[in-house]
C-alpha cells in the first residue's frame, strides 16, 4: 500500500463515504399555491427483512416553510430566519454559516459548494462557488520522485483550493435575498461568539478525526489537553466569531482581502502551501444556468459543471426512461438496469467533465434523450458488460453537506457544500478559526490512478492554475408536471451523491415512495470503475446478490451518499412540506 493507498484508506472510509460534502436543500413554499393540490398517491415500500430502516417511518412536515440539513442547530438557525420574515434564499445562506460553526466536519468557510434555486416567480439559477487551483498550482505538483501520486493533495498546506464558501453565500443574498448580511449571519456569530454545547455527534467527529487535527493549529481549540471535547462542554470559537464579524462588516472583502486573508496567507506559507493572498483577492462566484433534464414527464433543475452531479444525474435518467416497464423494486432487472444506466454515465463523467471555463464538453449530447437511446442499444437485460469495454461519449474539443429549503412563497433552495475530506486538509488557521479544504485531491492527480474516492479521471480535469476541481455534488430540484417544485434533494459521500440522488429520485416517481421510505430506502453504487457493483449490507435479498453475478456482475457490500431532501405531501387533509435528513446520517429537518 502506497502513502497514497494508505491515506484513501484511513480518510476515505472513515471521511468520505461517510460524508465529506455536506449539503443543504432549502425550498420554501406557499401553501396558498398548493391548495387543492391532489395527494402525492405515495405507497409505503417493503424492505428486506434485515434492512435497519423501517419503511412508512413518517418524515417531519410543516405547512408553510421547511429546512433539512445534516446539522440541528444549522437548521434552526434556517427556521429562525423564516420566522423573522426571511425567504429561502436568506434561510440557506444561514444555514450555510451556522454550519460553518457548528458543523466543522464539513460546514465551512474555507471550502466551497454549489446552489440550485427555483424561485417563485419562476427565476431559475445555479451558483458554481466552487474551490480553484491557486495560481501557483502545476499538473503534477502531487508526483512524487518515485512518479506516485503523494498524500499532499489530501493533507496538509498543499491540498487547498482557492476558498468559494464567502463569496457564494454572499452572492446568493445580494441576488436573491431580502435581508442584510448582519441580520442572517446573525445565528452564526452567536453560535461562534456564544459558543455551542458539544453533543455526542459533535464529539465522536471530532473523535473519529482526531489523528488529523491533531497535526495542526485546530488541535488547541478542538483537541483540549489531547482529547476531544466532553459531551455537554462549552465550545466558544472566538477566532472564527472574529472572521464572521468581519464579513458581516465588509462583505467579501471581509474574507478575501484584509485581517483574514493575510492570516490565511501567513499560514499557508509558513506550512510550504502554494496558497496566497493573491489568489484570495482574485476569487470569483460564476453564475450558471442551472441544467435541466426530465423524467417521466417531472422535471429535473440541478448542477452544471464544474460539478459532474447534474449531468451525470439526468444522463442516468435518461437511459432509466427509454424503459417502458418499471421492473419490481430492489429486483435483479431492477439493480441491473440501474447499475447499468450507473455505469455508462459515469464512463462519460469519469472521462469528459471538467471546468466549463478549461475544457470543451458535450453537454446537450450526454443530457439529450436521442444519446440515451443509444447508450440503450449497448445494454443488455441479461448480461451485464465490463466498464473496459465501454466507450466514452468522446470529447468534442479536447464529506461534504446537503441542505435543502421551501419557504412560504414558494422559493426553492437547494445548497451542498464541502471542505472535501472531513475537517478537509485538516490545516486550521490561527487568527481566522477556519479548517482549510483538500478540494485539490479532486483533480485528477495523474490520469489511471484512483483519487479518494476511487475515482479514475482522465486529462479534462487536469491541474491548470485557476481552474475549478471537478465535483460530483448534485443539488437537484424535481418539478411536477406543473412546472411547481415537488422535492428538493441533494447529499453528501462524492460519487455517491450522484447515485444515491439518483435512486430517492426514481424510488419517489417510480415507486411512489414517500419521502422517508425513498431515501431510507437500501441503494446500491456503481461508478464504473472499480468494475464493481456495491450494494449496502442487508440491503439487497441474496439471490438477487446471486442473479446480478450471473449477469456477469462483480459484488460487493459498500457504502452510499447521505441525502438531506423535501418534498410535497398532504399533511392532514392540508398541502405541506415534509423534509428529512438520511436516516444513515445525522441532522434535523424542522419548518413551521
Ligand atoms: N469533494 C467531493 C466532490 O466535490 O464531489
Request: glycine share 12%; aromatic share 6%.
Amino acid at each position: 500500500m502506497n502513502s497514497k493507498t494508505s491515506i484513501l484508506h484511513v480518510i476515505g472510509v472513515f471521511a468520505f463515504l461517510l460524508a465529506g460534502v455536506t449539503g443543504a436543500l432549502v425550498c420554501l413554499h406557499a401553501q396558498a399555491q398548493n391548495a387543492g393540490r391532489r395527494p402525492s398517491n405515495v405507497e409505503i415500500a417493503t424492505f428486506p427483512s434485515a434492512w435497519t430502516y423501517r419503511p412508512g417511518t413518517p418524515a417531519p412536515s410543516a405547512q408553510n416553510a421547511m429546512v433539512a440539513s445534516n446539522c440541528a442547530l444549522a437548521t434552526k438557525a434556517g427556521v429562525e430566519i423564516l420566522r423573522a420574515g426571511g425567504n429561502a434564499v436568506d434561510a440557506a445562506v444561514a444555514v450555510g454559516f451556522a454550519l460553518a460553526v457548528a458543523y466543522p466536519e464539513a460546514g465551512n468557510l474555507g471550502g466551497g459548494g454549489y446552489a440550485v434555486l427555483r424561485m417563485a416567480d419562476g427565476r431559475e439559477a445555479a451558483l458554481d462557488y466552487r474551490e480553484t487551483a491557486p495560481a501557483g498550482a502545476a499538473p503534477k505538483m502531487y508526483i512524487g520522485r518515485d512518479g506516485k501520486p503523494t498524500d499532499q493533495s489530501l493533507v496538509g498546506h498543499r491540498a487547498s483550493g482557492v476558498p468559494g464558501s464567502v463569496a457564494g453565500l454572499l452572492a446568493l443574498l445580494d441576488k436573491y435575498g431580502s435581508m442584510n448580511r448582519a441580520q442572517v449571519m446573525a445565528p452564526a456569530i452567536r453560535l461562534a461568539r456564544d459558543g455551542v454545547t458539544v453533543d455526542a455527534i459533535l464529539r465522536t467527529s471530532i473523535a473519529e478525526n482526531a489523528d488529523l487535527i491533531k497535526r495542526f493549529a485546530g488541535a488547541a481549540l478542538f483537541l483540549p489537553g489531547g482529547q476531544p471535547p466532553a459531551v455537554g462542554a462549552h465550545l466558544v470559537q472566538a477566532d472564527l466569531a472574529a472572521t464572521l464579524g468581519q464579513i458581516a462588516a465588509h462583505g467579501s472583502d471581509g474574507f478575501y482581502r484584509g485581517e483574514v486573508a493575510d492570516a490565511i496567507a501567513r499560514e499557508m506559507q509558513r506550512g510550504g502551501g502554494i496558497l496566497t493572498a493573491r489568489d484570495l483577492a482574485s476569487y470569483q462566484p460564476v453564475w450558471r444556468d442551472p441544467l435541466k433534464g426530465s423524467y417521466r414527464g417531472y422535471g429535473l433543475l440541478s448542477m452544471p459543471p464544474s460539478s459532474s452531479g447534474g449531468v451525470t444525474v439526468i444522463e442516468t435518467l435518461n437511459i432509466l426512461e427509454t424503459y417502458k416497464d418499471v421492473p419490481a423494486w430492489n429486483s435483479a432487472l431492477g439493480l441491473h438496469r440501474l447499475a447499468s444506466a450507473f455505469q455508462r454515465a459515469f464512463v462519460d463523467r469519469n472521462t469528459s467533465l471538467g471546468d466549463p471555463a478549461f475544457t470543451k464538453m458535450p453537454i446537450q449530447r450526454m443530457t439529450g434523450k436521442a444519446y440515451a437511446q443509444s447508450l440503450r442499444a449497448s445494454l443488455s437485460d441479461a448480461r451485464a458488460a465490463a466498464t473496459s469495454t465501454l466507450k466514452a461519449i468522446g470529447s468534442e474539443g479536447t464529506q461534504t453537506t446537503n441542505y435543502c429549503v421551501v419557504d412560504r412563497n414558494g422559493n426553492a433552495v437547494g445548497v451542498t457544500t464541502t471542505i472535501n475530506s472531513l475537517y478537509g486538509s485538516g490545516v486550521w488557521i490561527p487568527g481566522a478559526g477556519v479548517f482549510m479544504n483538500n478540494q485539490m485531491d479532486d483533480f485528477t492527480v495523474q490520469p489511471g490512478t484512483p483519487n479518494q474516492f476511487g475515482l479514475v479521471q482522465g486529462e479534462a480535469n487536469g491541474i491548470v492554475p485557476g481552474k475549478r476541481m471537478l465535483s460530483a455534488m448534485a443539488p437537484t430540484i424535481v418539478l411536477d408536471s406543473a412546472g411547481k417544485v415537488w422535492m428538493i434533494v441533494g447529499g453528501r459521500g462524492g460519487p455517491r451523491i450522484i447515485t444515491a440522488v439518483v435512486q430517492a429520485i426514481v424510488n419517489a416517481i417510480d415507486y411512489r415512495m414517500p419521502l422517508a421510505d425513498a431515501v431510507g430506502a437500501p441503494r446500491i453504487h456503481d461508478q464504473a470503475l472499480p468494475d464493481v457493483l456495491e450494494y449496502e449490507k442487508d440491503g439487497v435479498p441474496a439471490d438477487v446478490i446471486r442473479a446480478l453475478e450471473a449477469k456477469g456482475w462483480k459484488t460487493r457490500p459498500g457504502g452510499t451518499g447521505s441525502l438531506t431532501a423535501i418534498k410535497r405531501t398532504i399533511a392532514g387533509s392540508k398541502p405541506a412540506w415534509e423534509g428529512l435528513f438520511d436516516p444513515r446520517k445525522h441532522g434535523l429537518a424542522a419548518g413551521y
